[in-house]
């Protein structure tokens, strides 16, 4: 299957700072790249999808403001966190948009002191 | 309601057994599913597309009834290395982005 990669894989933060968090496709030009959120024994949350070239749609509850979502390029869409709290503390997913389905980097575990 | 439903478990079954884990969704225009396993604090893995007509890959065999809204797995001669959580998982109709809405997951131990 497609590779999808994320950087960071794991932060460590102090309140108040900003987090960028980086997702690549790696062997396909992925148009849209989505991003999730995922709480302790909890499911994915979509929390907006980035479209290349253009502004990002977020789901109901979601701070654009706060979540910076750029997607500058067919394999890059980059998150960041401005400004956070201890609970933004969660483990971050991006995903790439494949013809059926769509395809996962392994995540980012961010904690926020 | 939750879009996706399921039982969260967690299943506990020895090496061998046949396991079965049931999902309810709402959106009844949903037009693709999947079941995506997810082990500890790692990203979701597409298990298998789930069909209308049914569909086995080895010891993993899924079932999709759209008149009922209700998608199974079931996995036979459990494994060690089957142990994971099981997320169900639903494409609505929503204008081409391939939006995917998960459920909460099931998680299953195998002893032996």
């Known amino acids: 299957g497609a590779v999808v990669s994320q950087h960071p894989s794991r932060v460590i933060c102090k309140s108040g700072t900003s987090v960028k968090i980086e997702c690549r496709s790696l062997d396909f030009q992925a148009t849209t790249m989505f991003w999730y959120r995922q709480f302790p024994k909890q499911s994915l949350m979509l929390m907006a999808t980035?479209?290349?070239?253009?502004?990002?749609?977020?789901e109901q509850g979601v701070e654009k403001d706060k979540f910076l979502i750029n997607h500058a390029s067919l394999t890059l869409s980059t998150l960041t966190v401005t400004s956070a709290h201890p609970e933004d503390s969660s483990f971050y997913i991006c995903?790439?948009?494949?013809?059926?389905?769509?395809?996962f980097g392994p995540g980012t575990r961010l904690t926020v002191l | 309601r939750k879009e996706v439903e399921q039982d969260p478990g967690p299943f506990n079954v020895p090496e061998g057994a046949t396991v079965a884990f049931n999902c309810t969704y709402s959106n009844s225009a949903s037009q693709s599913f999947f079941w995506y396993r997810q082990d500890c604090r790692k990203e979701p893995k597409l298990l298998m597309s789930?069909?209308?007509s049914g569909n086995e890959d080895g010891r993993f065999t899924a079932q999709l009834n759209r008149a009922s809204q209700y998608i199974s797995l079931l996995i036979r001669d459990s494994k060690l290395s089957d142990s994971a959580t099981y997320l169900c998982?639903?494409?609505?109709?929503?204008?081409?982005?391939?939006?995917?809405?998960f459920g909460a997951g099931t998680r299953l131990a195998v002893h032996p």
């Open positions: 980035s479209n290349e070239g253009s502004k990002a749609t977020y």
């Open positions: 995903s790439a948009s494949g013809v059926d389905t769509q395809y």
């Open positions: 789930v069909y209308s």
């Open positions: 998982v639903v494409m609505p109709l929503s204008g081409g982005y391939n939006k995917l809405i």
